[in-house]
């Protein structure tokens, strides 16, 4: 594999309060090719965070600090917020949960990817309406004429999220962040946005943070996974290796899930071992 | 306890029988069928599921069963009685409701200790104090919890509140709309070994809505597939597991659930 997308090394992120202080991720070292990398841990583990620490998108309370924080090359810490702001979208972009809150109530669909478009590249509105027309049928989007003119509320919850994937795939980004894409769709409408996303991905040759907490989904999904629990990442193991992990935690998520393939009369509830809050990545499995 | 699930009993009366029930919403042209002529029965003990996509009508059926929208067609019938349209009190001392997020289903300022005196207290029971600290220690809190807000709680503890509430008056028949569906998986694994001991233990029926395959199979003997506001198929769990459908619509969901295969 060629030199890693972003590399991220020994990366925290604080939260200064008055009387006392919340370390939300605690040096975390990681790095993204192109590749598909998931992202598990439960609520509160700290991989949203994670997510949008990479586009500085964290909130005015929180500090940032890493040993080394690059995106191409690129050093994102030092990086100002007007560079920031060629990035965020350009070469980096990112997909939220639901479609209905980030897309824009008042403006049409088609006007939205547009200027997605256009405030990254100097092109004329007619072109950018033929490349928008075009994405959207890259997004399996039936009658993109039709779909152009509509208002976010005239749109389904999986037709939405297609078009966030429209948007935000536009610029031709090299690494798209993914925060939960999927959770707030239906199952079936769940696999169409996800083989669009692949399909995309892969033949754009992106990196994908898919962040998520389906640990199945992930494993089906990505290529690699990491694991995180209380701002630490548990884990980094290969996706196809994960039903064969070896730390205790993502064994305890794992079997705490019911599975269709096997039944069983009691689900095992997780039990936290403190030493896990300060203990080594657990790096597993063949590296590629 | 034992190891096995019980059995419906054949000789006593269904706990709930559905039949041809319909939920229409607004008319003329903006007629919407949400729940189009579905019927199911429940055995005493039994646990049911109902599973589909969102808008398919299952949460519509549940709230029309707890007497949340009176304004349906067909009957109710709950052990053999007709219930009426608009529930009685009995009614809601022998059903209760469970909801989906345990976030915005407690008064956020009440104490645990009075969310779960009023129900008593409207249905006249005897004890309180003592059936408080029993059934907070059936869901697995312990009395201590009695002086809580719910800001105080996290979300697997406000659900054993939620359940504690439905269960204090000795309800045989627990609706439970997606119990799980807003908890982490550790949490939701919590819950629904909970759920499974309480059923064992008290001899409760429950019925079940979720859109998660997995989580209906585990607690659920029988199921049925909804789309479009119509039962499209029941399915007993092993069905289910072994992936053996009927209708494509069931079997395109049964393949979605478990897990990304890209479409060829």
């Given at each position: 594999m060629d030199k890693p997308l972003l590399e991220v090394e020994d990366l925290s992120v604080t939260f200064k309060g008055a009387h006392r202080s919340v370390q939300a991720v605690r040096g975390i070292s990681f790095s993204v090719g192109r590749e598909k990398v998931g992202i598990v841990g439960e609520s509160g583990s700290g991989k949203s965070l994670t997510g949008r620490t990479i586009l500085k998108l964290t909130p005015k309370a929180a500090t940032i600090s890493a040993r080394k924080l690059s995106f191409d090359g690129i050093d994102l810490l030092a990086a100002s917020e007007r560079q920031m702001r060629s990035i965020r979208g350009n070469r980096i972009s990112m997909i939220l949960q639901d479609p209905k809150f980030s897309l824009n109530p008042l403006m049409r669909v088609g006007e939205q990817i547009t200027e997605a478009y256009r405030l990254h590249h100097k092109v004329g509105g007619k072109e950018a309406e033929a490349k928008a027309l075009a994405m959207l049928e890259a997004v399996k989007i039936r009658d993109p004429a039709r779909v152009f003119k509509l208002f976010p509320h005239e749109v389904s919850g999986g037709m939405g999220q297609r078009i966030m994937i429209a948007m935000m795939l536009i610029p031709e980004p090299d690494l798209i962040i993914a925060d939960e894409p999927t959770s707030a769709l239906d199952v079936t409408i769940r696999r169409q946005v996800l083989s669009i996303l692949d399909e995309l991905v892969t033949r754009r040759g992106a990196g994908l943070i898919f962040i998520s907490h389906d640990l199945n989904l992930v494993a089906d999904f990505c290529d690699r996974v990491l694991v995180m629990y209380a701002g630490r990442i548990m884990e980094d193991i290969p996706a196809r290796e994960l039903h064969n992990a070896r730390h205790p935690y993502t064994r305890a998520l794992l079997d705490s899930l019911p599975r269709l393939d096997r039944q069983a009369d009691m689900l095992q509830v997780p039990s936290r071992d403190p030493a896990w809050l300060d203990g080594p990545t657990l790096q597993s499995g063949s590296r590629t | 306890m034992s190891a096995v699930d019980p059995a419906p009993a054949?000789?006593?009366?269904?706990?709930l029988t559905v039949s041809h029930l319909s939920v229409v919403f607004g008319r003329g042209r903006s007629m919407l069928k949400a729940v189009d002529d579905v019927s199911f029965t429940l055995g005493h003990g039994e646990a049911f599921g109902l599973i589909g996509e969102s808008g398919c009508g299952k949460s519509t059926v549940l709230r029309a069963l707890a007497g949340l929208?009176?304004?349906?067609?067909g009957t109710i019938s709950f052990q053999d009685r007709e219930v009426p349209h608009k529930r009685d009190k009995a009614f809601f001392r022998r059903v209760q409701m469970v909801f989906q997020d345990p976030y915005s289903s407690l008064h956020p300022r009440k104490m645990v200790q009075n969310v779960l005196a009023e129900p008593l207290k409207i249905h006249g029971f005897d004890r309180p104090q003592e059936r408080i600290d029993e059934i907070l220690t059936a869901v697995g809190?312990?009395?201590?919890?009695?002086?809580?807000?719910?800001?105080?709680?996290s979300g697997g503890q406000r659900q054993r509140v939620a359940i504690a509430r439905a269960l204090i008056i000795e309800p045989e028949l627990l609706l439970l709309d997606e119990?799980?569906?807003?908890?982490?998986v550790s949490v939701q694994a919590e819950i629904l070994n909970l759920l499974k001991q309480l059923r064992r233990d008290r001899d409760l029926t429950y019925l079940m809505v979720s859109h998660d395959l997995a989580v209906v199979t585990h607690l659920c003997e029988r199921v049925a597939m909804m789309s479009e506001g119509r039962i499209l198929e029941e399915m007993s769990a092993a069905d289910v597991r072994a992936g053996r459908a009927h209708e494509p619509y069931t079997r395109e969901f049964l393949e979605a659930s478990v897990g990304y295969r890209p479409i060829a």
């Open positions: - | 054949a000789n006593r009366p269904a706990a929208n009176s304004e349906y067609g809190l312990g009395p201590s919890f009695r002086y809580r807000f719910p800001h105080e709680l119990p799980t569906s807003a908890l982490d």
